[in-house]
């Protein structure tokens, strides 16, 4: 916070802290975000911050007196000699008394380089944070894999988040000292703010420090500053009181199930049953009546929505959802299928939403599924959008592997969002399938590699990817690709009504697709079933030949 000296009133005010001992005696030490390093000035104004772990035996050592316990630079890993006796130790925070630094600050002395300070590595390892340099802070992940902000890095401050230190202090049976001095300067002398000279020390159950007023002895030239009042002590934050590490061996006993929807019974009622694997039947005789494990329950498509949205954390995959760790049954003409026990695998959270999106049981899972998960056989996927991204993939490599270049260029990084959300529309709205249409022109038409293929052509001037291509192929001696020319120019009308309004040129596709007789998601099937063609028939004239 920033003061500007302004009157003998405000200056008197601020010299007497007394907004700082309410903050002291109440505040400090139990908000969300604890500062553990800080330093900030102004004209008027000096603050600083520091802390240090403290073995719970020294407790009333440390707040018998105001001073720091460690000082800036203090604690790293060192030697400790003792003149008494000639000995030397090692100490891995160069502090006999237990004492530790939670912020290691490091300098280089005539070098140049700035000093910085940083949180020490054991609290960061300890909770697996990430390091974010870009946006300074680190942060920890769920086991959902949501973010939550724990550092927060300024270069004149570090905080934490008080429920990690809590936790943090409660596994070392430490207390964390938060130290402060904290200077105010006036214009005024003491007389005429009429306060007097003060030196006192002020005590409470886990805090102490010392308050005095001076005035400056000996006031420099040009200098206005004339009297000022100190603060500097410390807090002391402990532990959880109630806190229970779990074992990497534990069972997690307290983790919570949630029911899904497995069967009707004669009525029509839903038939719901508990998620927990260990409740379950399987083929080795556990818990018979129970439910079987590979117990399929169903849900609406637009459960993977939230995870196509996101291509950074997830990737939903033929037969499996990635990021998530669940075989999915994705092949499905209209659900996506999961076995009950699978479920009982994801977060309470994680359950709760595709608790959300479940249905009354449907048949049953593709033979796609159940060829591979009961018969061991290799299958190829059947729903268009899972066969497509199959063949486009096996196509990609076998045409670099022959030519030495990649007739679709691969996506930048940048870029990979549009192939890896590539899908049947999961909803019947424009929005979505325009973005499909999107996606699949960014694969197909945007990737076409120019470059090379206009090496083998000779009109090249003012064309097009698509004219290129066409080019290319009665270069290469292929006559009967105009079929497959007309469909990636009707999918370039289509995008044409995604990046600018939708005219003529959109309606010519929508036509050539038939948008007008079938919903979103069966012509967009139907358009992957061209791409699909388009891959064999290339596949067929440049890759099957010797």
């Given at each position: ?6 009157s003998k009133k405000g200056d008197k005010a601020r010299l ?427 694969t197909l038409i945007d990737s076409l590699n120019e470059e ?95």
């Open positions: 916070m920033v003061y500007q000296s302004s007497l802290f007394e907004d700082w001992n309410k903050y002291v005696e109440s505040t400090l030490g139990t908000e969300p975000w604890i500062i553990v390093y800080a330093y900030h000035k102004d004209n008027y104004e000096r603050m600083a911050y520091y802390s240090a772990l403290i073995p719970r035996s020294m407790r009333e050592q440390v707040l018998s007196k105001n001073d720091w316990d460690l000082l800036l630079g203090w604690g790293r890993p060192g030697h400790i000699y003792y003149g008494q006796t000639n000995e030397e130790k090692y100490f891995r925070f160069g502090n006999d008394e237990g004492i530790e630094p939670l912020v290691v600050y490091r300098s280089f002395p005539g070098t140049g380089m700035k000093s910085y300070a940083e949180v020490s590595e054991e609290f960061r390892h300890y909770f697996s944070l990430y390091d974010d340099a870009k946006h300074k802070k680190y942060i920890a992940f769920d086991e959902d894999g949501e973010p939550e902000d724990v550092i927060v890095l300024d270069e004149n401050e570090i905080k934490i988040k008080l429920r990690y230190i809590k936790e943090f202090l409660t596994n070392k049976d430490m207390y964390l000292a938060l130290f402060f001095e904290h200077d105010r300067d006036s214009i005024y002398s003491l007389k005429e703010l009429e306060l007097p000279k003060i030196s006192k020390t002020i005590k409470g159950e886990n805090f102490i420090y010392d308050y005095y007023t001076a005035d400056l002895e000996f006031i420099p030239e040009g200098e206005k500053t004339k009297s000022f009042a100190r603060v500097m002590g410390k807090k002391m934050i402990e532990g959880l009181k109630d806190y229970k590490p779990l074992s990497i061996w534990s069972t997690n006993e307290n983790k919570k199930y949630v029911s899904f929807i497995i069967d009707t019974d004669n009525e029509g009622k839903d038939i719901e049953y508990i998620c927990n694997p260990k409740k379950l039947s399987n083929y080795f005789g556990a818990n018979p009546g129970a439910p079987h494990y590979l117990t399929s329950v169903f849900f609406k498509r637009e459960v993977l929505g939230k995870y196509y949205a996101d291509p950074n954390r997830f990737s939903v995959e033929d037969g499996y959802l990635r990021g998530r760790g669940l075989r999915i049954d994705n092949n499905h003409e209209k659900y996506v299928i999961v076995f009950l026990g699978d479920l009982g695998y994801l977060s309470e959270k994680e359950q709760l939403y595709w608790k959300s999106y479940n249905v009354h049981s449907d048949g049953v899972i593709s033979k796609v599924t159940f060829k591979r998960g009961f018969l061991a056989q290799f299958t190829d996927p059947e729903r268009e959008d899972l066969l497509f991204k199959y063949k486009f993939e096996i196509f990609k490599n076998k045409w670099f592997k022959k030519f030495n270049w990649y007739l679709f260029k691969p996506f930048l990084e940048q870029d990979e969002h549009f192939y890896t959300s590539l899908r049947i529309p999961l909803s019947e709205n424009q929005l979505e399938f325009d973005q499909q249409i999107l996606s699949l022109t960014k090379k293929i206009s090496e083998s052509i000779t009109k090249k001037e003012n064309q097009g990817g698509i004219t290129k291509l066409e080019e290319y192929l009665k270069a290469r001696g292929v006559s009967n690709g105009n079929q497959q020319i007309i469909f990636l120019r009707r999918l370039q009308d289509l995008r044409d009504g995604v990046g600018h309004r939708k005219g003529t040129k959109y309606l010519r596709g929508a036509s050539y697709f038939r948008l007008a007789e079938n919903n979103f998601s069966e012509v967009y099937g139907e358009i992957l079933n061209q791409a699909i063609q388009l891959l064999d028939f290339l596949e067929q004239h440049f890759l099957d030949l010797k």
